[in-house]
């Protein structure tokens, strides 16, 4: 049994690094990295180094789709991806060293048929029979429906297997009704999906709408999570330096495994927020680094917060309850 993750608009991520950028001038590049990308690869990446089984799911096209496939074999990662007619896109990030920052240039993606679509959810459904838990992360190519993600998790709980959905706006929200265990917006999500709710409103808000449990990642300020055991904060030791691109993909590998094993939620949350945080140490999304995973497992704090209770509706004969206008 695996953790099969979902990659609907897998990429081969291309990493330059530069100096600067200089606008109007050529940059001769001393090296370009080239590897398998997208989020629910990101997550298996991590989910293998920790030596889990993990299998990448999703679609692929074109040579670009071919790269992917040799890069994970390369990586010694499982995969079982849905061929595409259309050509796996590339994603650009130009790492900037003198500022000690990055752009990145994300493509569309390839024009997903509605009969691959449906090639894929028959696959899908034979692969959920080997799940332990599945994984859906990241945006959908053009040519799905935005509630693409709503089928398939509706397909994952009728065959039993939890499942965590980390996307957002029209996607996450279509997804809601079908009853994902978890969704993982970071913030910045979080308000786009709901508009401008306190953090803590917007994952009620989201449980409201079907999620079983919401964890919202605050960069280095780690998780906040409202499950239907309790509310929980976990926190990192201390502000990393390096590149948060894919903290958030190691944090979902983290809950994904612990919801497979059913770990108790402290336990799950301070594995997520140590992971992701060593996550920022490693110069490439999908890596973490080990030593430090170690290291902060022992240093990251997680407290438990009072549930909401149900607010009383005020009583106009209580003076408190008057309106002050
Ligand atoms: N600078 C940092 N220092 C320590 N921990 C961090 C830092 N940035 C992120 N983290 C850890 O990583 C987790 C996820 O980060 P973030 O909220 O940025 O995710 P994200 O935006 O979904 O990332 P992505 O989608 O690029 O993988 C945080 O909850 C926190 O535990
Ligand atoms: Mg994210």
Known sequence: MTITTVTLNAAVDVTYTVDRIRTGASHRLATARHRAGGKGVNVARVLTALGRPALVAGLAGGPAGDAVRRDLAASGMAEALT????????????????????????EPGPEVSAAEWRAFTRHFARLLGRSRAVVLSGSLPPGLSEDAYGELVAAARRSDVPVVLDTTGP?????????????????????????????????????????????????????????????????????????????????????????????????????????????????????????????????TAVTALPAVTAVPTPRPADPAAVPLS
């Not at 060293?97 to 752009?103: F, I, L, N, R, Y």
């Open 171 to 299: 996607p996450l929200l279509a997804a809601l009704a079908a009853g994902p265990d978890l969704v993982k917006p970071n913030a910045a999500e979080l308000r786009e999906t709901v508009g401008a709710e306190d953090v803590r409103a917007g994952a009620e808000t989201l449980r409201r709408a079907g999620a079983r449990s919401v964890v919202v990642s605050l960069g280095a300020e780690g998780l906040l999570a409202v499950a239907p055991d309790g509310v929980w904060r976990a926190r990192p030791p201390e502000r990393l330096a390096g590149n948060p691109t894919g903290a958030g993909d190691a944090a979902v590998a983290a809950l994904a495994a612990g919801l497979a094993d059913r770990t108790p939620w402290p336990e799950r949350l301070r594995a997520a927020v140590a992971l992701s945080a060593a996550a920022v140490r490693a110069p490439l999304a999908g890596d973490f680094d080990a030593p430090a995973y170690r290291d902060l497992l022992s240093r």
């Open 83 to 106: 061929a595409i007619a259309g050509t796996t896109r590339q994603t650009v990030t130009v790492v900037e060293e003198a500022a000690g920052d990055a752009a990145v240039f994300l």
